[in-house]
């Protein structure tokens, strides 16, 4: 691959670190080219609408100022926002370029949701369908191509009732048994979409990767349900946890993005399911970042229950600390550095405590 040159090696760490079989630390890194630092426009799908030749030559030319080492790669997300499942079944997608975020508006009743179709011409997703189309060709053996983010059936069910959250909470309460009725619909499109999403990128050859960037041979995804923030653990094993077992066995390899403090109430749940591979956590705004020894017991409670743990926007500084505190076995650390003068300095002291060499 034109910006990753041990692309097949790296492919078969990642087989590896899923199986449980790497005795290191998957770590990947980015560091400008040319001592300039680079941001990659996450958003370039929605900003450049409906110009996607133009959002993919931006993309393009971006990741090729940038230098993917150890097991990072250039990874092309088709970014829709959080949520896109919601914009393909007839929510309104809106952003803000100003300061980059999209959310979608919905005004459908429970009965509404349940009458919701796959829909070929749907506006965003025939867009949806071109641009991974383009992708795959104007990638093809430079980078990989990254899924939308479907985002889940609960909080895409409450981005089509509108008012977000205050609707979805009363059905949980007043509609209950129609609620779950329109999940369980929402939940057999979210597979309906990914299956054909997964045509369209053309996986037996470019594999599985989502805006996570850990990439799978097998079929993958990221797992995630912001609205559990608000729901007691009572309320999530009776209408959450059903539909993420689900989708922990539709899925060969799973990653549950564990978002802030306040899902941790649900974590036991979660570390139970055998057949969710790895938690990714993100502590969210106003917290220590993810290198802080505060979130040590969190993490070596994961390691307890066997799952793998993805560590992604750790400061470079903190890598050393949080492995010398934690099994490095089944962790997937992700740092950025901005000169290859500071990346080395770290580099020595990690190839000294953990005998990892990371080739700059």
């Not at 975020?101 to 919905?106: L, N, Q, R, S, V």
């Not at 993805?310 to 500084?317: A, C, N, S, T, V």
């Amino acid at each position: 691959m034109l910006y990753k040159k041990d692309w097949n090696e790296v492919k078969a760490i990642f087989e590896e670190w899923w199986e449980r079989e790497l005795n290191r630390p998957l770590i990947q890194i980015t560091v400008p080219k040319y001592g300039k630092e680079v941001s990659v426009d996450s958003w370039a799908f929605l900003r450049y609408y409906p110009n996607i030749n133009e959002a993919l030559d931006r993309l393009l030319d971006q990741i090729s100022k940038i230098e993917f080492l150890m097991e990072d790669y250039p990874n092309i997300w088709v970014n829709l926002g959080p949520g896109s499942l919601s914009s393909y079944l007839g929510a309104e997608l809106k952003f803000d370029g100003k300061v980059n975020t999209a959310w979608f508006e919905g005004d459908f009743s429970l009965d509404d949701v349940l009458r919701a179709e796959f829909n070929p011409e749907n506006k965003w997703w025939v867009y949806t369908c071109s641009a991974y189309e383009a992708a795959r060709e104007k990638c093809r053996g430079k980078a990989i191509v990254a899924f939308t983010d479907l985002l889940d059936p609960i909080t895409v069910v409450g981005q089509l009732r509108g008012q977000y959250p205050t609707r979805i909470l009363k059905d949980m309460f007043f509609e209950k048994e129609k609620l779950k009725k329109a999940l369980g619909r929402v939940q057999s499109l979210f597979f309906k979409y990914f299956e054909e999403s997964c045509k369209l990128i053309n996986v037996s050859e470019n594999g599985y990767s989502t805006w996570a960037g850990i990439w799978s041979s097998k079929k993958h995804f990221v797992l995630q349900c912001d609205t559990i923030v608000y729901l007691s653990p009572k309320i999530f094993r009776e209408i959450v946890y059903p539909l993420i077992i689900e989708e922990c066995n539709y899925f060969q390899r799973t990653i549950w993005h564990l978002d802030g403090p306040l899902e941790l109430n649900h974590l036991d749940d979660l570390l139970n399911i055998d057949s969710l591979d790895c938690i990714q956590w993100v502590p969210g705004e106003g917290n220590p970042d993810c290198g802080d020894d505060r979130w040590v017991p969190l993490y070596r409670k994961i390691q307890e229950k066997g799952k793998l743990i993805q560590i992604p926007f750790i400061p470079p500084e903190k890598i050393a600390r949080i492995l010398s505190r934690i099994s490095p076995r089944g962790v997937a650390l992700r740092t950025s550095f901005r000169t290859k003068e500071e990346m080395k300095k770290i580099a020595d002291e990690l190839e000294k405590r953990f005998g990892v060499q990371i080739i700059c």
